[in-house]
């Protein structure tokens, strides 16, 4: 074991380790982005690709976040090249039905944003939108089991951050309109 006193982890380092091994599993800001749209597209008639990108890089940026996409990815790879020990790598590798920790891995990531981000994710989760097909798709090589819950919890996290801030938006907007009113 190292030891503590000297122990330094630098922050940017992980936020670009988090975006490069997304990246190498197949999975840009855009997908996720567009998952976003999705979710929220029937609320925001006004609401872009590059709204939901940013909120997206918003979620992205927490250093949680950050420590589920890396632990998730980690433990897809590792169960690709069997390196898992049995009964794990088997319920890792077939995605099995009862094996639960990749949800509640992705849920470390909705809590962040509250229960809206939940509903959100319940969502996607069931019906594996977009880029989660491709994802869930089995082919006898590549393991997204972790993944594809973590990429959905992204998304759900940006759509319950948007919701957040349009509500907040609107309610500046009565708050100024009420006092000029007032003023008048």
């Known amino acids: 074991m190292s030891n503590p006193a000297n122990y330094r982890l630098n922050s940017k380092e992980v936020a670009q380790a988090t975006m490069d091994w997304l990246g190498k599993r197949g999975v840009s800001k855009e997908q996720i982005g567009q998952l976003v749209m999705l979710l929220q597209k029937d609320y925001f008639k006004d609401l872009t690709l590059d709204e939901c990108v940013t909120n997206v890089e918003a979620v992205l940026s927490k250093r949680e976040v950050q420590n589920a996409v890396l632990t998730g990815i980690q433990l897809d790879m590792l169960a690709e ?104």
């Not at 809590?111 to 977009?130: A, E, Q, R, W």
């Not at 989660?132 to 990429?151: A, Q």
């Open 81 to 184: 090249q069997g390196q898992l020990l049995p009964p794990l790598q088997n319920m890792i590798w077939h995605d099995e039905g009862l094996y639960g920790c990749d949800e509640v891995l992705a849920l470390s990531i909705v809590n962040v944003y509250g229960s809206i981000g939940l509903t959100n994710f319940g969502y996607v989760d069931k019906f594996k939108p977009g880029v989660l097909k491709k994802l869930n798709e089995k082919n006898g090589k590549d393991v997204h089991t972790f993944l594809d819950d973590i990429v959905g919890a992204i998304a759900a996290s940006a759509a319950s951050r948007i919701a957040h801030r349009k509500q907040a938006e609107r309610e500046a907007v009565e708050e100024a309109l009420g006092e000029h009113t007032q003023a008048e």
